[in-house]
């Protein structure tokens, strides 16, 4: 367990539809970062958040958005969902904001299937 | 834009078989991360290898960086069934706070 929770763990919609993902980080944990994983893309990075302000962002859609509230939770928002947004949705937390440089935990996961 | 090329993809291999797998890229990047990840769950971070030239070793399990700071390799030495997993590397590009590029893993297999 690596003390970063995810909700829902399965997520199935259709396509046209908004869905929020949600991410708890370990505890003392200022950073949240958001993956996309599909077979084809493998795991690609999303957007970061450290104490509430975005400090990094990827390849991260115009219909996707997400934020980190002052409690340091997180929310990923996918809108108007497509075919090919189906994939896992990871979360991961860190101390710090450096990636790179220090150990990234990572929740278990959404699965996200659109119909 | 920085791209990390994994290989192999897939590796199937008998208990107390070395490997070696290989994570390529044509950009440097501040420093070189390994995962490993099992179906169902998040990756889980193996090592951090942050100077060029570095070795790190886990067990059987060592990790270099290259000396341009290009490239990395995780050797696996005698193999058992409960290395079987994706492996992933993943690269920090300088100066872009928390963004992390990741190859596109590999599979392998051990084989008892």
């Known amino acids: 367990d690596s003390g970063v929770t995810q909700t829902p763990k399965h997520l199935i919609t259709a396509t046209g539809q908004r869905v929020t993902l949600r991410c708890s980080p370990r505890?003392?944990?200022?950073?949240v970062y958001w993956y996309q994983q599909s077979l084809d893309q493998g795991l690609q990075f999303l957007i970061q958040?450290?104490?509430?302000?975005?400090?990094a962002k990827g390849n991260i859609l115009e219909r996707f958005s997400a934020q980190q509230f002052p409690d340091l939770h997180s929310e990923l928002n996918l809108s108007s969902l497509e075919l090919g947004d189906s994939a896992l949705y990871f979360c991961?937390?860190?101390?710090?904001?450096?990636?790179?440089?220090?150990?990234?935990?990572f929740g278990p996961g959404t699965r996200l299937l659109v119909l | 834009t920085q791209l990390l090329e994994q290989s192999p993809q897939f590796l199937s291999i008998q208990e107390g078989e070395n490997l070696t797998v290989y994570c390529n890229s044509s950009?440097?990047?501040?420093?070189l991360q390994w995962y490993r990840q099992e179906p169902g769950e998040g990756p889980v971070l193996l090592v951090t290898?942050?100077?060029?030239?570095e070795v790190k070793k886990l067990k059987r399990l060592t990790f270099q960086f290259g000396d341009a700071r290009k490239d990395s390799s995780l050797h696996i030495t005698a193999a058992q069934p409960g290395d079987t997993g994706l492996y992933l590397c993943?690269?920090?590009?300088?100066?872009?706070?928390?963004?992390?590029?990741f190859g596109q893993g590999t599979e392998l297999s051990v084989k008892p």
């Open positions: 991961a937390s860190s101390v710090g904001g450096l990636a790179g440089q220090e150990t990234q935990y």
């Open positions: 505890s003392g944990d200022l950073s």
């Open positions: 958040y450290y104490n509430g302000e975005e400090r």
């Open positions: 950009s440097v990047f501040s420093s």
């Open positions: 290898v942050v100077t060029g030239g």
């Open positions: 993943a690269g920090a590009p300088s100066n872009q706070g928390g963004k992390l590029i």
